[in-house]
Structure formats: structure tokens, C-alpha cells
């Protein structure tokens, strides 16, 4: 009867997250399509984020690291793994480096449901599109790499989503608005990443993507002093997968912008001290 009590108990909060994390996803990307598209599936927000992550793999995954890698409890995603296998959406299989273990894929209704949250995504991004962008700022986790140079290997990436021609067309038609992309205006060839995955030290390798945008109108872009993504986010216990992009838009006197950008560069490559130090009249950072 404890036992009983306890599990009870682990799964409503377990629901509790995950409903938390449902309601933060639809209000940073809520458009009808978005909504509409969810409801559709009928797939709690644990198979959603399970599916999109075999997709963007474009591999098979054992429910142990897919349970890992999205932070989620390994009966948990057992549950998630066990419905989509019912529905169509996977397929099961033992894995070889632990019998005790399955390893899943997606058969072609999974292919469809990422698929159709991004149509929905697109969409979204298609309305931004008709707006007026005389003084805007659009900034957020766009998913969306705009170009090569916004992923450490683009090969890797071929055919996934986050590059796909699609999704770049629709992000270039926001741009030509007149939105600049700040970050990349003051970094116009370095390597700058904004996303790491859990797995394998992608961080620590710096193999990761600029999905995580900040775009501007042009009397924004002017006003901007200084636009870095903020790696010492992404270290310690229990960080999120994705770095925060810092737009600083304070006019300071020129010493204390030096002092400032110094304390920044803290963390940053030997290249970009350099940088910093030698030009505090036309820093590009």
C-alpha cells in the first residue's frame, strides 16, 4: 500500500512537469496551428519531446538514453515508449549492449508527427512574416540554425530538421523585414553555438548549434552595444541545453564599457580578449 502511495505520488508529479512544460512550450510558441497540431496527436508532452528527439537523431535510441538525454524518469518514458509502440509510432527492438534494455525508432507516422510541429512552427514564423518590423525585436529558441557556419557539422545534420531548406526560407523571409541577426553581425565568422546536447560531452567538445536567435530592426541593431551568448550558463549541476543570448542596448562611457566587456571576456577565447582590448571604440562584440 506505501509502495502504491509513493508511486502515485511520483507520477503526479511527474504530470506535474510535464503539463508545466507543456503550458511553457505553447506560450513561447503559441499560434492556432501550434495548438491545433498538438491536439490532434493525442500524445502526452513526454512522447512528443521523445519523438522529436529520434527525428533530430535520424537514429534508433535506447529508452535509457532517450529517458536520459530529455530528463525524464526511466518508467516514465518505459510508459511514453509502450504508447507510441501501440499507436504505430516506434519500433522496438532489444538492445544488443543490454537485453534488459529496448532500443526505438521511428516508423513513418513517427516520422509525420515532428514533421507536422514544424509545418505549425513554419507557420507561426509565416505570420511574423506580415508584421510590421519598423522597431521589433524577434528573439527566442527559433530552432532554427540560419546557416552552416550554425552548427559544427553540417553533414551531421543533413535532412534534419533545424536546417532544412524549408525552415531556412522561412526564417530569410523574416530577415529580409529588415531584421538584422545581432549576434552574428558582431561575430560575422567565428564559431558561436547557443545549443549542446547531454550526451557524449558535446558541450565540453563545443559540437553544438545557433538555434537560440536574436533579431532586430534596424533602429534596434543601432542601439546595440554588445551581444554575446553567456557559456557559463551551460556548466555546473542540472543546466538547461541551451546557453542564454546576452543583447546589452546600455550606452556607457567608454571606460566603463571596457571594464565591463573585460569582465565578460572572462570566459571567452584568447581571440576575442584580444579583440576586446585592442578596440573599445569599435567593438564589434
Request: aromatic residues 4%; contains cysteine.
Amino acid at each position: 500500500m506505501q509502495a502504491s502511495a509513493i508511486a502515485g505520488a511520483t507520477d503526479r508529479e511527474e504530470l506535474s512537469r510535464d503539463m508545466a512544460a507543456l503550458a511553457n512550450y505553447l506560450l513561447r510558441t503559441a499560434n492556432m496551428g501550434t495548438f491545433n497540431a498538438i491536439a490532434e496527436l493525442d500524445l502526452s508532452f513526454t512522447q512528443i519531446k521523445a519523438l522529436c528527439a529520434l527525428e533530430a537523431d535520424g537514429e534508433e535510441r535506447s529508452v535509457k538514453a532517450l529517458a536520459e538525454s530529455l530528463g525524464v524518469s526511466l518508467p516514465a518514458m518505459s510508459r511514453a515508449v509502450d504508447g507510441l509502440f501501440e499507436r504505430g509510432f516506434v519500433l522496438r527492438e532489444e538492445d544488443t549492449a543490454d537485453r534488459r534494455m529496448k532500443r526505438v525508432g521511428l516508423t513513418e507516422a513517427g516520422h509525420s508527427v515532428p514533421r507536422a510541429l514544424n509545418e505549425a512552427r513554419l507557420s507561426a514564423l509565416q505570420e511574423l512574416v506580415g508584421a510590421d518590423a519598423q522597431d521589433a525585436l524577434v528573439c527566442g529558441d527559433i530552432n532554427i540554425a540560419p546557416a552552416d557556419i550554425d552548427v559544427f557539422d553540417p553533414d551531421a545534420y543533413a535532412g534534419h530538421t533545424h536546417v532544412t531548406p524549408p525552415e531556412r526560407a522561412a526564417l530569410a523571409k523574416l530577415q529580409a523585414l529588415g531584421l538584422r541577426d545581432v549576434v552574428r553581425d558582431r561575430w560575422p565568422s567565428e564559431r558561436v553555438f547557443t545549443y549542446w546536447d547531454y550526451r557524449a560531452g558535446m558541450f565540453h567538445r563545443d559540437l553544438g548549434m545557433r538555434i537560440d536567435l536574436v533579431l532586430a530592426s534596424a533602429p534596434v541593431a543601432e542601439r546595440v552595444r554588445a551581444a554575446w551568448v553567456d557559456r557559463q550558463a551551460r556548466k555546473g549541476t542540472g543546466p538547461s541545453d541551451h546557453a542564454p543570448v546576452i543583447v546589452d542596448q546600455i550606452r556607457l562611457h567608454r571606460r566603463e564599457r571596457l571594464h565591463e566587456l573585460a569582465a565578460i571576456a572572462m570566459h571567452m577565447s584568447q581571440q576575442a580578449r584580444h579583440r576586446i582590448m585592442q578596440d573599445g571604440q569599435g567593438l564589434r562584440m
